[in-house]
């Protein structure tokens, strides 16, 4: 069964920098997408940036685009997020998401992935 564990979560000044970690298990597959979403309060969870396996595939969206970085370490079966240049409203717990399948549209949605870890907050504050 696939699972997913977040961790790296803070609270960081603005201009400053975290890195989000997601250890994922019990994948047996070839195609894997490691998805981050945050979801702010009062706010719907939204997508954020994605990596897929075997094909490297990332995607980020505009608002984190050349602020964040996604990469993976396989030998680790890690996904990592690092955010630089953070905003206040970058404030959020993060999720950590994985599917079997690399999304057909992107921005990729809730319904791509079967897997969620229990989030880690972050928090932007001066």
């Known amino acids: 069964q696939l699972r997913v564990v977040e961790s790296g979560g803070g609270l960081v000044q603005p201009g400053g920098s975290l890195r989000l970690s997601c250890a994922y298990s019990g994948f047996t597959g070839n195609t894997l997408t490691i998805g981050w979403f945050r979801q702010a309060p009062g706010k719907e969870r939204e997508a954020v940036a994605s990596i897929t396996r075997p094909n490297s595939f990332t995607f980020y969206t505009e608002e984190i685009q050349g602020r964040f970085t996604i990469t993976r370490d396989n030998a680790k079966n890690t996904v990592y997020l690092e955010m630089e240049n953070l905003k206040p409203e970058d404030t959020a717990v993060y999720y950590c998401?994985?599917?079997?399948?690399?999304?057909?549209?992107?921005?990729?949605?809730?319904?791509?992935?079967?897997?969620w870890g229990q989030g880690t907050q972050v928090t932007v504050s001066s």
């Open positions: 998401a994985a599917g079997p399948r690399q999304p057909r549209v992107y921005p990729f949605r809730v319904d791509d992935f079967d897997s």
